[in-house]
Structure formats: C-alpha cells, structure tokens
C-alpha cells in the first residue's frame, strides 16, 4: 500500500482544530488588532492582521512592544487620523514575530503533525505552517472588525482609549 507524503486529510483537520483552539483564546495579537480597530478602524485592523500573519515569531520584540504602547498610551485618545498603511503591517509584523503562543505551538504541537514517511520535514512543516496561518488570519479578522464596529463607543471617550491602550501594552 502506498502512503501519501503529505499529512492525511483527517490529520490535517485535526491540526487546523487544534489550530483554531489556540488562536481563538485572545492573546497579545488580539489585543493589538483590537486596539488597532478600536483606534484607526477596520482597515487598520485587516492590515495590521496581514502584517501579523506575515511574521516569524520571537518573544522578545513582544516586550518591547508591549513598552511602547505603556509609554505611548495616551496617544491613543489624540489619534485621529488612520497611520500610514506601511506601519501598521510593519507593526502587526512586530506582534506577529513576537506572539508566546505561537512559538509554543509550532516548537511543541507543529512537529508531531510531521511524518516520517511522508514529504521532507520541511515541505510538510511549511503546509502546516500555511495552515495555522490561514486559520490566524480568520480569526484576528474577525477580532478586528468586531472591534472596528465598537470603535465608536470607544471613540467618545478619550479615557476610554488611552485605559485601552494600557490594557493593550
């Protein structure tokens, strides 16, 4: 009998649920897509999605992000304007790299979805990858329009945003 070299379709199911079962729990991407709807708006927050999805993930930048929005935290009650497309995917780029949870999973979960007698480790870790991704990019969307929708309650208050961006940080 010849194997497939790729996971199987029921385990690649069972990756992306388990997938769907991290991600969903907010995390430090969440908030800042929150934030970012909250501030700027939906299509701030798809961008700042795109460039999260686009990231490699290292804990470190995570804290000096986290610094920033401490420090910058009042910023967000003045912010009336939407930032340059390029820096809100250079900052969910940041937030991306810098995600705790999705180090652990894919140094913990990912290579136990990776078959011996299937396609190079690479090749198969890669897909996976791209799922994960494709279920993270749905998820902080989601997270990010339902925010851009509350934006204007937030909005009406600047307490409310600088409070939020502390949250945030």
Same mark, same amino acid.
Not at 94 to 99: E, L
Not at 123 to 143: C, N, P, R
């Given at each position: 009998?010849?194997?497939? #070299? ?12 388990? %997938?769907? /079962? *991290?991600?969903? *729990?907010?995390?430090?991407?969440? !908030? ?11 299509? /701030?927050? &798809?961008?700042?999605? &795109?460039?999260? %999805? /686009?990231?490699?993930? !290292?804990?470190?930048? &995570? ?8 420090? +910058? ?7 009336? +304007? ?7 995917? *250079? $900052? ?10 999705? =180090? ?12 011996? $007698?299937?396609? #190079? ?8 990858? &791209? =799922?994960? !991704? ?5 998820? $902080? ?5 339902? %925010?851009?929708? %509350? ?10 945003? +600088? ?7």
């Amino acid at each position: 009998r010849q194997t497939s #070299p790729m996971p199987s379709t029921s385990s690649l199911l069972a990756f992306a649920a388990l %997938a769907f /079962a *991290i991600i969903i *729990i907010p995390g430090p991407s969440v !908030m800042f897509v929150v934030t970012r709807a909250l501030t700027y708006g939906r299509r /701030a927050a &798809l961008l700042t999605v &795109l460039g999260n %999805a /686009a990231g490699f993930y !290292m804990q470190a930048l &995570l804290v000096a992000v986290g610094i920033g929005a401490l420090l +910058e935290r009042s910023v967000l009650a003045d912010a009336t +304007e939407i930032q340059p497309h390029r820096s809100l995917l *250079i $900052d969910g780029f940041v937030v991306g790299i810098a995600n705790p949870k999705t =180090v652990v999973f894919f140094a913990a979960v990912l290579p136990q979805y990776v078959r011996a $007698d299937g396609a #190079p480790a690479g090749v198969q870790m890669a897909v996976l990858g &791209l =799922v994960f !991704m494709a279920v993270a990019l749905a998820s $902080d969307s989601v997270w990010g329009l339902a %925010a851009g929708t %509350a934006r204007t309650w937030f909005a009406r208050s600047p307490r409310r945003l +600088e409070q939020l961006g502390g949250a945030g940080g």
